[in-house]
Nanobody, 120 residues
Framework: QVQLVESGGGLVQPGGSLRLSCAASGRIFSITAMGWYRQAPGKQRELVAKVISGGRTNYADSVKGRFTISRDNAKNTVALQMNSLKPEDTAVYYC??????????????WGQGTQVTVSS
């Protein structure tokens, strides 16, 4: 099994910055992708940003130019630098990894979620 532990959420004023971090641990054979999703009250969970093997990144249109995702493959970590935060960025942010413990089957793993609140 793979465990994901997030940190870095909190309350910030509009225009401010936060940095989220996530570390994967446990029985890890390989991680093909790591990323962040978010879910606001009453809405579906949505992709924020992800980075796949080879370093290619994918961002939601709503965060392009404001958020930056980075991954450390050696440490099995992923971070999300969030700048110019807006009230509409308020949500629970979840770390995600597509990983395998054996190399045979890959599946999604999720962190417990961290609250990000953007408010004055």
């Amino acid at each position: 099994q793979v465990q994901l532990v997030e940190s870095g959420g909190g309350l910030v004023q509009p225009g401010g910055s936060l940095r989220l971090s996530c570390a994967a641990s446990g029985r890890i054979f390989s991680i093909t992708a790591m990323g962040w999703y978010r879910q606001a009250p009453g809405k579906q969970r949505e992709l924020v940003a992800k980075v796949i093997s080879g370093g290619r990144t994918n961002y939601a249109d709503s965060v392009k130019g404001r958020f930056t995702i980075s991954r450390d493959n050696a440490k099995n970590t992923v971070a999300l630098q969030m700048n110019s935060l807006k009230p509409e960025d308020t949500a629970v942010y979840y770390c995600n990894a597509v990983a395998s413990s054996t190399g045979a089957v890959y599946r999604d793993y999720w962190g417990q979620g961290t609250q990000v609140t953007v408010s004055s």
